[in-house]
């Protein structure tokens, strides 16, 4: 098992490079084809459902502007995974906004990478909501870097947080190519009081059975509810040097609007290493 397309979001953030480059290193161990996808920024459905031709009217100066400015990221993006001998990839751009257009790509890949919110980047408030939204809008994994990047050696030792949720289920059974390259894999289990057996054994074994090898930490969720939870979950990488964490993400979205669960949103704001999430 290993992931063979990986779709990464191309745009100007100053994130971007890092986000690329983990992107890149990933697709070459696997042995996995690249996708770099750039929106334009406009709605595809502003394309689809117009009864005008856009070309004549006062947007398509707009609008080749703003192709123009996803092709110059594009252009990086190129650079950077040329630079890998022998790599698959190829460059996309995309008539639409970035939240909706990754994930409808999404559903042509086995992982996305994304960046970690920056509300001080001007590339990315654009969309504040675009991680959740790609997240709990895809049926894969969705890889996010945290705006500080990731360090090199990037999961080789791995964080698993266990609920045995169906989202925490998901979230291991797609990150088993990860688990498997992985030095070191510790299954921190928020919910040890299980009547009858023990907790984090049954997961423990299924990965086992996919040549993992995992260390299991019980822990206790505390007082402070799910944020308690997601404070608790971070403070566990940094004491155990873990450098990827794999978590179910939690939530739902109405039309545009996101709601996610405490721990996803504690995560998100506050993650200082690589988190892989699956809804």
Known sequence: MSYKTILVHVDASRHADARIALAVRLAAVHGAHLVGAAMTGVSRFIF????????????AGQLDVL???????????????????????????????????LALQARYADLVVLSQFDP?????????????????NSAGPVLMVPTIGAAADAGSHVLVAWDE??????????????LRRAATVT????TPEVTGRLAGADIALYLARHGVNVVVRREHNGEGGAADV????????????ANLLVMGGYGHTRLREV?????????????????????
């Not at 001080?120 to 709990?136: E, F, I």
């Open 230 to 241: 997601g404070s608790a979950l971070l403070s566990l990488a940094s004491d155990v040097a």
């Open 259 to 279: 709601l996610l669960g405490g721990v996803t949103q504690t995560v998100l704001k506050s993650m200082t290493i690589p988190v892989l999430m699956s809804h």
């Open 67 to 101: 192709a123009g400015h996803a092709n110059a990221a594009l252009a990086r993006f190129e650079a950077l995974a040329g630079a890998v001998p022998g790599l698959s990839f190829e460059r996309r751009l995309v008539d639409d906004d970035a939240a909706g257009g």
């Open 120 to 136: 001080s980047d001007p590339a990315a408030r654009t969309d504040p909501d675009l991680q959740a939204y790609v997240m709990l």
């Open 48 to 59: 689809h459902g117009a009864n005008v031709d856009l070309a004549r009217t006062v947007l």
């Open 187 to 190: 299954l921190a289990v928020f």
């Open 165 to 178: 949720s169906l989202q925490a289920s998901r979230a291991v059974a797609n990150a088993v190519p990860l």
